[in-house]
């Protein structure tokens, strides 16, 4: 359809019968840079007189004329099967000067070859006949079709890559054991809701969290039921608080809880309930029932008069200061 698209070009003036007068056609083509397509393509271009006589044509048509047809009509280089509809559009473009297409075979050689066919009425009553053939069309089909596969192939590839870097990404900020936030994600989630609250002046408290006489577990029931322990404690962490409070495992067997828009009395009572909610449910392994108590220490964040490493170490020596006070316990942190 390109060269078609190309050759429907307003002509102009007469064009001389025989070779010569396809050369002045091509010479008229020259000028819309056309040239090239007429003797390269591999569509039938001829030039014809109003009864369908062969006048002239480009070099792909010589392969049909080369047949054994020793004719003049270009009727009589297509199958006995095309040319009643080939007389329909020669009258057509004869007598009403408007352009017609259909899809005619034409004979080469000992089979026939679909194209899709083109009549075009030019000056001096001469008819333009360009015939593509239908191969390239379904050609280009199959090749559209190719390609839309191939489309669809790479968007399927691109999901399935976006979900591999959504699970790295995940991976990266979750850590292995217990599937929280690990400690880089926690201190992310901190410092951003200290951030938050400088900005809002909303209040923000943590608490930091401590499995204890861990080391007991370990070295009496082994390193894989403290795994199983620290992995079944934060299921309970996770499932006791609230929403918008996040907890990550800050390293080891401790643990942090970043409160934003709370203050210490928040904190207080869901340390109390986190205390008791340990202390009171065993944590099954295998048929052994493993029972651990924790230790918290709370601070509220001093708006604007300290940063987030303040605020954690102030958490951490009240932690420290719960161990010392006979664990199983929460401390709050001096202001």
Sequence with gaps: MFL?????????????????????????????????????????????SEDGTLISWNHPFDLVKDGAYNSSLLRDFLAPASRHLFDLLLSSVTHDRVKTQGELELLQGDRTDAYTCFLLPLPD???????????????????KAELQKVKQLLARKEAELQAVL?????????????????????????????????????????????IDH????????????????????????????????TIGRFGGEEFLIVLPH???????????????????SPI?????????TISIGIAQYKLHKEDWQSLLNRADSALYEAKNRGRDRWVVAEE
């Design 262 to 280: 709370s203050t210490v009395k928040a904190a207080v009572e869901q340390a109390g309930r986190l205390c008791e909610q340990i202390r009171s």
């Design 4 to 48: 078609w698209t190309c050759l429907n070009v307003n002509l102009g003036g007469g064009v001389r019968a025989n070779r010569v007068g396809f050369d002045l056609l091509l010479s008229r083509f020259a000028n819309h840079g056309l040239e090239p397509f007429l003797e390269s393509t591999r569509s039938l271009i001829v030039l014809l």
């Design 214 to 245: 861990f080391k007991k577990v370990n070295d009496t029931y082994g390193h894989t039921a403290g795994d199983e322990v620290l992995r079944g404690l934060a299921g309970k962490l996770r499932n006791h608080i609230r929403h918008p409070d």
């Design 284 to 292: 099954l392994i295998g048929e052994q029932e493993i029972i651990v």
């Design 125 to 143: 009553e001469f008819i333009l006949f360009v015939a593509e053939p239908a191969q390239v069309k379904s050609d280009l089909e199959d090749v």
């Design 166 to 210: 959504a699970q790295a990404d995940e991976v990266s900020h979750t850590d292995a054991l217990t599937f929280l936030p690990n400690r880089r994600q926690v201190m992310i989630d901190l410092q951003k809701a200290v951030e938050f609250s400088d900005r809002y002046g909303t209040p923000l408290t943590i608490s930091m969290l401590d």
